[in-house]
């Protein structure tokens, strides 16, 4: 069973930074891209920043130049370094991951539980 497993949320003030994490769990055969979303309320979730297989990112316009997304491969885990935060970023922080799980012959899809980043004076 392939589970993420989410931290680093919080409150911080505008202007300040926050580091987000995301372990991933369970047999995994093959990981082909890993992400962060985020979402506020009556919103659709929406792309902050993905990393493909080969460490290749891509970002939303929205937070080019603030955030950046790496992985750590040995540890299987996600990253999210969050700088120059505005109230604007405010929203629930989701990890996703798309991975070949073993016993499985195909993707899958998979979510974190989401982490709260509230960022106000």
């Known amino acids: 069973q392939v589970q993420l497993v989410e931290s680093g949320g919080g409150l911080v003030q505008p202007g300040g930074s926050l580091r987000l994490s995301c372990a991933a769990s369970?047999?995994?055969?093959?990981?082909?891209?890993m992400a962060w979303y985020r979402q506020t309320p009556g919103e659709q979730r929406e792309l902050v920043a993905v990393?493909?297989?080969?460490?290749?990112?891509n970002y939303a316009d929205s937070v080019k130049g603030r955030f950046t997304i790496s992985r750590d491969n040995a540890k299987d885990t996600l990253y999210l370094q969050m700088s120059s935060l505005e109230p604007v970023d405010t929203a629930v922080y989701y990890c996703?991951?798309?991975?070949?799980?073993?016993?499985?012959?195909?993707?899958?899809?998979?979510w974190g539980q989401g982490t709260q980043v509230t960022v106000s004076s």
């Open positions: 369970g047999n995994i055969l093959a990981i082909y891209a």
């Open positions: 996703y991951l798309n991975a070949r799980p073993a016993g499985v012959p195909y993707r899958k899809h998979y």
């Open positions: 990393i493909n297989s080969d460490g290749s990112t």
